[in-house]
């Protein structure tokens, strides 16, 4: 990761995501999925598994990982990291939470890039 400041997207609230599922947004050219986790918990990671690219927010929620719905692979929702022998990492998005809003941070220089795309 580079230090580049962020820029904080409103990507909606809370209760826009289901729990223990996920809601996807297209944003910087990638599709990222916003996971709730059964104890409210929330995550962004790239909707898009290490392995060969299946769609995490199809997936099963189970505390704060994720199986994927092609090949069972369990990813983390902190840091996208496949875990046990499986070895690989789908990005991963700072979110915070504001005033009940869930804001997706991006580097600027990213979100420059796709707006003049
Ligand atoms: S694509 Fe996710 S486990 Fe294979």
Known sequence: MSSQP???F??????????????????EGDTVAIFRTASDDVYAISDRC?????PLSQGIVHGDCV??????WVISLKDGSAQGADQGQTR???????????KLG?????VQESVSA
């Open 6 to 8: 962020l820029v904080w």
């Open 92 to 102: 991963h998005y700072p979110l915070k939470m504001e005033d009940d809003r869930l």
């Open 106 to 110: 991006l580097e600027s220089c990213a």
């Open 50 to 54: 290490p392995h060969q690219g299946g």
């Open 67 to 72: 199986t994927c719905p092609l090949h069972n």
């Open 10 to 27: 409103d990507i909606g609230s809370l209760s826009d995501i289901p729990v223990r599922g996920a809601r996807r947004v297209d944003i």
